[in-house]
C-alpha cells in the first residue's frame, strides 16, 4: 500500500490537523535554525505527533517539504478559484479578494516558503501562474506586442512581488485594498490578460487600507 498523500479540504479532520502542526511547528523552527538543520525527530516534537504518524504520510522530510508546497499552491488557486467568461465561453479566473484573504489566513507557512532556501516554492507557483495565464490567454484577443510571454511574466511578477512584500511588511494593508491596488496597476487597457485577476469576491466594505 503507497503512502497517503494529503490533500487538505479533501481529507479527514485530524489529518488537516496533523499537517497544520507541522506546518507550524516547520515556521516555529526556522526562527532558530535552517532547514537542512532541522530533523524529523525535531519537526514531529514541535508538531507534538508520533514520528510514525510522520511516516503514514511522507517519505522523508524533503517529500513533507515537497508535498506541503504542492499543497499550499493547490490551497491557494482553489480557495481564488471563479469562472470567467470574456469569449462567451466558461474559463478559469484568479479571484483576488479570496487569494489575498488566503493569504492574509496562511501568512506563517508562506513567509516560510518564500524563504531563498526553499528554491523550488517561486518556480513551482510562478508555472502555475503561467499555465492559468497562457490558458486564459486563448480566450481573450491578446496582441503580440508586446510578446505574450512578456506580457505573463510582467503580471506574475508583479503580483507575487506584491505578495511578499505585503508579508514581509507584516500584511499592513487590508487584502481587499491590497486587490483593488493591485488591479489598478495591472490595468486590462495594458493587456487583457489582467482581466484573470478578477475582482469578483471582493467586499466592497473592506476595501479600505488598514488592516
Known amino acids: 500500500m503507497g503512502r497517503e498523500v494529503i490533500i487538505i479540504g479533501q481529507q479527514d479532520p485530524r489529518v488537516v490537523r496533523t499537517n497544520d502542526r507541522l506546518r507550524q511547528a516547520l515556521s516555529q523552527l526556522l526562527q532558530q535554525k535552517t532547514f537542512r538543520q532541522i530533523s524529523v525527530q525535531q519537526l514531529t516534537k514541535t508538531a507534538e505527533i508520533t514520528r510514525g504518524t510522520f511516516y503514514l504520510h511522507y517519505k522523508d522530510k524533503a517529500d513533507f517539504l515537497a508535498q506541503t508546497e504542492q499543497q499550499v499552491i493547490t490551497e491557494w488557486f482553489d480557495a481564488a478559484k471563479t469562472t470567467l467568461a470574456p469569449d462567451g465561453e466558461l474559463t478559469r479566473g484568479f479571484a483576488l479578494g479570496p487569494a489575498l484573504r488566503y493569504v492574509d489566513t496562511n501568512h506563517q507557512i508562506l513567509s516560510v516558503l518564500f524563504d531563498p532556501q526553499f528554491s523550488q516554492f517561486r518556480p513551482r507557483l510562478r508555472q502555475r501562474f503561467s499555465q492559468e495565464l497562457q490558458t486564459y490567454s486563448r480566450h481573450v484577443p491578446v496582441t503580440s506586442n508586446p510578446p505574450l510571454d512578456v506580457q ?38 495594458v493587456t487583457l490578460l489582467a482581466d484573470w485577476f478578477s475582482l469578483v469576491g471582493l467586499d466592497s466594505a473592506l476595501v479600505t487600507e488598514k488592516a
Open 152 to 189: 505573463i511574466t510582467f503580471l506574475t511578477s508583479g503580483f507575487l512581488g506584491l505578495v511578499e512584500a505585503w508579508l514581509a511588511d507584516n500584511r499592513r494593508y487590508r487584502p481587499d485594498f491590497l486587490a483593488q491596488s493591485f488591479r489598478q496597476l495591472a490595468a486590462s487597457e
